[in-house]
């Protein structure tokens, strides 16, 4: 039987530091509602503005996996691996935080606010060697289509994810109707409005808005304007989750 969890906009969890302007989707920091600590092994998705040169100061993280997508702006990437990276819009980045790994993030920018999506899923295995990866997907290839960023099998043109989970975009036009059909039977889908309206198995939704879907096997989306989408499947059932 589908189910729906309808998360409008407005309900997210939100704090603003001055320096950074945050929007939590899930239950994080001060923010905590029983209803939404998790979606399955999604755990976290925040919606972030950092002022310009302003960010996270070096802390520590082990068995998550952690992915930021710039929406706009670039994010400044130093970890503990020595590793020293600038994510750009448009590009995808992943990090295996593992068996433990310390990292900072800063707005790469002295003049504009980056805006970002900081996405933590519960991995598959824990304990594993930290690792990073970061891949540009141009915006023409999901233009009315499906566009996979992230995936658990290492063959796919997307980064790897050490969990059963998939990451998809897709840019649609005013009018255009396309179908997601799950990976794998018992998952759930977690839709996630970047910009636009659309209107998903007969759920209106507007930006920022986000829809977690179970007991399906396809979606159904129909742009009421033109739209940014993101949508996010992960199994339901964990061995365990902290």
């Given at each position: 039987?589908?189910k729906?969890i309808y ?5 997210r969890?939100?704090?603003n530091?001055g320096w950074?302007d945050?929007h939590h ?5 001060g923010?905590y509602?029983p209803?939404r600590?998790h979606?399955g ?9 950092v002022?310009p040169?302003?960010?996270f100061?070096?802390?520590p993280?082990?068995?998550m996996?952690?992915v930021?997508?710039?929406?706009s702006?670039s994010?400044a990437h130093?970890?503990s691996?020595g590793?020293?990276?600038?994510i750009?819009?448009g ?14 993030e800063y ?9 970002f999506?900081?996405?933590w899923?519960f991995p598959?295995?824990?304990n ?5 990866e970061q891949k540009?997907f ?10 996979t960023?992230?995936s658990?099998d290492?063959?796919?043109?997307a ?9 998809s975009?897709t840019d649609?036009?005013k009018g ?6 799950f ?10 409005v ?7 198995n ?7 808005d986000?829809l977690g879907?179970t ?10 304007s ?7 499947e ?9």
């Amino acid at each position: 039987m589908t189910k729906n969890i309808y998360h409008k906009s407005s309900t997210r969890g939100h704090a603003n530091h001055g320096w950074l302007d945050s929007h939590h989707s899930f239950s994080f920091a001060g923010y905590y509602d029983p209803e939404r600590v998790h979606f399955g092994a999604l755990r976290v998705l925040n919606d972030d503005i950092v002022s310009p040169g302003m960010g996270f100061g070096t802390h520590p993280h082990d068995n998550m996996e952690i992915v930021s997508i710039p929406l706009s702006g670039s994010l400044a990437h130093k970890d503990s691996t020595g590793r020293s990276e600038i994510i750009r819009t448009g590009e995808v980045q992943i990090m295996s935080a593992g068996s433990g790994i310390s990292h900072s993030e800063y707005n790469a920018s002295r003049e504009d606010n980056v805006n970002f999506l900081q996405i933590w899923i519960f991995p598959k295995s824990e304990n594993i060697e930290p690792r990073y990866e970061q891949k540009n997907f141009p915006k023409e290839d999901r233009l009315n289509k499906i566009q996979t960023i992230v995936s658990p099998d290492a063959k796919d043109a997307a980064i790897w994810i050490n969990q059963d989970a998939w990451f998809s975009l897709t840019d649609l036009e005013k009018g255009k109707e396309i179908e997601y059909t799950f990976r794998k039977s018992g998952d759930g889908v977690y839709a996630f409005v970047i910009e636009g309206s659309v209107n998903i198995n007969g759920q209106a939704l507007d930006k920022r808005d986000g829809l977690g879907i179970t007991g399906s096997d396809k979606l159904s989306i129909v742009a009421n304007s033109d739209a940014e989408l993101l949508l996010i499947e992960v199994p339901m059932k964990l061995h365990s989750i902290k």
